[in-house]
């Protein structure tokens, strides 16, 4: 990977720190190790720092211990215990992965940011990282989700690299926090596409598209007016193949595509589509009405990604990737949005009610995305064309009842 010309190794943070950050964090530490060639061993991880007391539940309380016994800033502990013990409790972190709690001082000189937080939060901190960063830094989102408004669509890959003015690529995939964390096997789907002024020998890609536009509703120029800074040649290229050592591991095996938008779509879609299998499984349905949900739920990510994003998504990212139909499979069988929407049903209570009791501080995604995808399919008309998502935007709102479900999503 690193070149006779390379002399420069890359620095690597990670923005965010939930069980998902902490796991991504964890999993590149432990390659920046394997690769020291390329990669500088010391990941920095953001902290939102918090104060809190450990729980007496914690492997690491120690009645003796006024690390125990007394509040404690969470970045203290995650660097004297290497492990979050709020957010990752009981998954040891690599020695090398350092929790910072200023954002500006985890993210400098690094040359890979690694961007892992909700996303109602990356407007935010895009707008505190601006002019904090190295120009010529380049990101991976693993953000699931896209924005969507009644203007259009944009990826949370693309929003970033044009606020901050770099590139930006996607990691996505059927990947549960906790599972990857304790090194049960798994895929992910990482989607970049090198900037050609990045590329001395350019990876291969399925198309010629610029992914740098960021709405659906394209400008005749079809290109982003940001105008990105070539990576120095000092630092060994930035391609499919040394992201791709940055994140495979024995136990998380990693695919690299070009495809941004397709991956970035299905990280997003299969979230409301997981609220829609909770539903039918609070109901105590069965198997078959899930796998009826989750058919209905794949065709109209297909749908929505050729429609909305006809000249950039592959249909068979859907269909053949981590990121499409097994972060489906994963989400409706396990995931946070389908356990919460069952529970809600079980209870007879708003599924806003289950996320504040079920989910230690964090946000459902898909409750979110459903209404951002309704008020866009509404603004185009096209509700009728998407039955399964207008359907768990009406449940969440109260306009519709589980029961209905099969009459909703039936077609002619």
Known sequence: MATLSSTEKHKVTVVGSGNWGSAIAKIVAENTLAHPNVFEPQVRMWVYEETITLSETSRRYDASSELSTKPQKLTELINHFHENVKYLPDISLPSNVVAVPSLEDAVKDSSILVFNLPHQFIGGICDQLKGK????????????????????????????????????????????????????????????????????????????????????????????????????????????????????????HVRMVSDVAGVSLGGALKNVVALAAGFVDGRGWGDNAKAAVMRVGLLEMVKFGKLYFSESVHAGTFTEESAGVADLITSCSGGRNARCAKLAVQRGVHINEVEK????????????????????????????????????????????????????????
């Open 133 to 252: 960063i190295l120009p010529y830094a380049r990101g991976v989102s693993c953000i699931k989700g896209v924005h969507v408004s009644a203007d259009g669509v944009s990826l949370f890959s693309e929003a970033i690299g044009s606020k901050l003015g770099i590139y930006c690529g996607a990691l996505s995939g059927a990947n549960i926090a906790n599972e990857v964390a304790q090194e049960k096997f798994s895929e992910t789907t990482i989607a970049y596409d090198p900037p050609l002024i990045d590329s001395r020998n350019p990876t291969p890609t399925s198309s010629e598209v610029d992914l740098t536009r960021l709405k659906t509703e394209q400008s005749k120029e079809g290109r982003s007016k940001v105008k990105l800074e070539p990576l120095p040649s000092k630092f060994p290229p930035l391609d499919h193949q040394l992201l791709k050592s940055l994140f495979h591991r024995p136990y998380f």
């Open 357 to 412: 009791s079920e989910l230690n501080g964090q946000k459902l995604q898909g409750t979110l995305t459903a209404k951002e995808v309704n008020d866009f399919l509404k603004s185009k008309g096209q509700e009728r064309e998407f039955p399964l998502f207008t359907a768990v935007y009406r449940i969440l709102e109260g306009k519709a009842q589980v029961d209905d479900i099969p009459e909703l999503i039936e077609r002619p």
